[in-house]
């Protein structure tokens, strides 16, 4: 068993997946956590592994979607996310969506039982020191302005920063179900769920334009100075911003109406607002895709223009937080350790790997790569043609770096099939030749305690 610890500093998904993964091949953890020493702007606990932008972890189609894919790799690789996101998911059509409060306590109940893992609440404001011993950043995006002027110190890069949104939620009792109903777009039931996982709440094209109008015309958080040049990460732009390029782009976007019909009507809306349940006891949902910069004192008029959502209540209202990423296909090596202090590795958001999972998919491998280096082993990278190794491929070198942008894991991320596959059946030979080719690297692992 090494003797020597690591320490993983942030204690959101990828540092809780980094944690248990060190621990599982025998590997002592100091897991370091600001909250509740320092808070954020848009944390609501001190729990670890809460889910700040969103409840869901996306589609759970492990041979039609990327994500999906990603999912089920890990599942075989033993992850403690996704373990604890199975036990705790809520419906939510085709997509894997948890109840936040438990699956964060879970998560941390876990860490907190494993003996070789110990929990320090605490602000770290500059980077490790070699003398340490290894180190695994993963803070996420919202790490500390302290912390982020270190790590330019460290690399020379003068550009980190950019904005994140995050929905309102709704209480389930104040929705008028007169207006509103039950379904999933085309029927399609995902985990736990039987098809009628969405709230919808339907507009016609007046009331459509109608809430363009108020949605442009509502108070917007004013920026500071130094924010003002920070762009957006387009999978989360908020929709006031979406609504400025063009009247219709809601409309084509996340309140786009396929595969529902009103039941008052027997047709298709011009444009729909879909809810998702939030919680396991289903009383609270979320507005899809409707992250937001409006200021809160606009929020509630806006939103409740909606039909269905007139008179509803809003258990947390919108808002707006700053992002921090750094450039991985510049800084960072094929293991996820940083060129300038190779002692030190990056996982999770902060990488410019985008979204929930695969932020805790990067911290399960780093911890894979740390646990190796301290064996005196070389751990090969997983191939290219896995969720896994495809994603790590991209941030480590796969993107340009003078483009780099926060990237989500996606088919396009794969290498293309060797020999000519019709369109519909491209996705499923890709997923397959993954699970086949994370098999045969999942045998060669040498990490166990």
Known sequence: MPAQRVTVIGGGLAGSEAAWQLARAGVPVRLVEMRPVRGTAAHQTDGLAEL????????????????????EEMRRLGSLVMAMGD????????????????????????????????????????????????????????????????????????????????????????????????QSRYDKAGPGGDGRDYINCPLDEAQYHGFIDALLEGEKHAFKEWEQATPYFEGCMPIEVMAERGRLTLAHGPMKPVGLTDPRTGRRPFAVVQLRQDNALGTLYNLVGFQTKLAWGAQKPVFRSIPGLENAEFARLGGLHRNTFINSPRLLDGELRLKALPHIRFAGQITGCEGYVESAAIGGLGARFAAAELRGLTLETPPPTTAHGALLAHITGGADSDTFQPMNINFGLFPPPEHAIKRRERKPWLARRALADLEAWRAGLQLAA
Do not use: M
């Open 52 to 71: 700040v932008c969103s409840n869901s972890f996306r589609s759970d189609d492990a041979l039609n979607n990327a994500v999906g894919l990603l999912h």
């Open 87 to 182: 036990r705790h998911k809520v419906p939510a059509g085709g997509a894997l969506a948890v109840d936040r409060e438990h699956f964060s306590g879970a998560v941390q109940a876990a860490l907190e039982a494993e003996p070789l893992v110990e929990i320090v609440r605490d602000e770290r404001t500059e980077l490790p020191d070699a003398a340490d011993g290894p180190a695994i950043i993963a803070t996420g995006p919202l790490t500390s302005t302290s912390l982020a002027q270190a790590i330019i110190r460290a690399t020379g890069e003068d550009q980190l920063a950019f904005f994140d949104s995050i929905a309102p939620i709704v209480y389930k009792d104040t929705i008028d179900f007169d207006i509103a109903w039950y």
